[in-house]
């Protein structure tokens, strides 16, 4: 019951936000009010690694809007509530796209190897991960392990095909995290610059498992099923094209579930929206905790900013400062913060610079991409651990040469498309 009801409210913060980019008269903090009613009831199945963090976040979050107020600043309440509505809206909306798209296999059929396998598998999950997101993994990866263990190449496979996803997908809580805190951003600008480190991730580790190709079972990939993921993409990219001064959240939040809806009804399978919002919306309780403590958190930094931004050891935010909080970003995540915290808090801190929001924002997707494939406490590599019985410490050092050479590739484009 009260888990139900937690996705009811989830259901209605979707709906509150995406009125309000359609009509902003309706206040923001309707939207936000229905999250933290979520929160606050999902509250007892939250992971204690994510309370803990999250309870760290709201009260450095809620001393910022203190010192702020005593400083004499307005105290920016709507966004300590709302800060993330249209994150956790395109959250949810995206989380109806498992009901009607997954990769397709014959469930007689063996899992290939080969180059071609890998190649495939690659791929396919890259693809699919970008739409449907964490379940593209666990789909893959049951049927990979073929009732055994999945082997330290396949986890390389897994991490970096669906973790590279975050460099351009706009159905990606990375994409959304960067819209948010760099909203005059440009979807398009983003994803040219994304999709060739994107690519480079695929191709380079392809090239690092050729050598390992046969003893690599991989997943028997169909790609007729590959239909839906592209006209995702496609319809967002055409309808910001049409409307450039739309939000791309709300063009996503909006899609996603308006065409879930319409396929399942033409299968016959309308119940199956219900029961989602009853059981399976209320499943990403640790994304939500973490998304509505980092909006608290930006509120108060926020706060702050006006206060001591004359006394910031900060200029201008070009690709050499881009670098270098791509660097850092990268580095916490090592330890275990979410790439949403740095990216709550490093918008908050260069909001008053005016940096390029295309550079700012993919500088948010690159930190996304990198942790949750080489932190060994991303919500990626955790769910691997407790559902393969993967070591942490396998996860890290399967990816983290990686991470070490993807970084330079991104300073290229941060340089090359920016500098």
């Given amino acids: 019951m009260r888990r139900s009801a937690a996705g009811l409210l989830l259901a209605l913060a979707l709906l509150l936000a995406i009125v309000h980019a359609y009509y902003p008269l309706l206040p923001r903090w309707l939207a936000g009010a229905a999250g933290w009613g979520a929160g606050l009831l999902l509250l007892p199945d939250l992971a204690s690694r994510v309370r803990w963090q999250a309870g760290i976040l709201l009260v450095l979050g809620l001393l910022g809007l203190l010192a702020g107020w005593r400083g004499g600043v307005a105290v920016p309440w709507q966004q300590a509530l709302a800060g993330n509505s249209l994150l956790i809206a395109m959250l949810t909306a995206v989380s109806f796209l498992r009901l009607i798209s997954e990769p397709a296999a014959d469930a007689a059929e063996r899992p290939p190897r080969g180059r071609r396998a890998l190649g495939s598998t690659l791929l396919g999950l890259h693809l699919f991960g970008a739409v449907i997101n964490l379940p593209a993994v666990f789909i893959m990866a049951d049927r990979m392990r073929n009732g055994g263990r999945l082997s330290s190449h396949q986890v390389v496979v897994l991490t970096r095909a669906f973790g590279a996803c ?10 959304a995290a960067a819209l948010t805190y760099a909203p005059e951003a440009r979807l398009s600008a983003v994803m040219l610059a994304g999709l060739p480190l994107a690519a480079l991730a695929l191709l380079g580790t392809y090239w690092q498992l050729r050598r390992h190709a ?33 939000s791309v959240l709300a063009l996503v939040s909006t899609l996603a579930p308006v065409l879930a809806a319409l396929v399942l009804a033409l299968r016959g399978q309308a119940t199956a929206l219900g029961r989602h919002v009853r059981t399976g919306v209320p499943r990403m309780v640790n994304e939500l905790g973490l998304f509505l403590a980092a909006g608290v958190l930006a509120a108060g930094l926020g706060a702050l900013v006006p206060l001591w931004f004359d006394e910031l050891p900060v200029g201008a935010f070009g690709p050499p400062m881009a670098a ?27 909001a008053p610079l005016e940096p390029d929001p295309n550079l700012l924002a993919l500088t948010f997707v690159a930190s996304w991409a990198l942790g949750v494939t080489c932190g060994p406490l991303s919500g990626l590599n955790l769910a691997l651990h407790s559902a393969y019985r993967i070591p942490a410490l396998d996860l890290l050092r399967g990816n983290l040469a990686y991470g070490l050479l993807m970084m330079p590739a991104v300073w290229v484009v941060q340089f090359t498309f920016f500098g």
Wanted: glycine share 8%.
């Fill in 214 to 246: 046969e003893s690599i079972q991989g997943f028997p990939m169909h790609y007729g099923s590959l239909w839906l993921p592209g006209l995702l993409a496609l319809a967002v990219l055409v309808l910001h094209g049409l409307w450039p001064t739309f």
């Fill in 166 to 175: 975050a460099f351009w997908s706009p159905f990606f809580a990375a994409m």
């Fill in 324 to 350: 270098a909080s791509l660097l850092l970003m990268w580095l916490v995540a090592l330890v275990g913060v979410h790439p949403v915290v740095s990216i709550a808090a490093l918008g908050a801190l260069v």
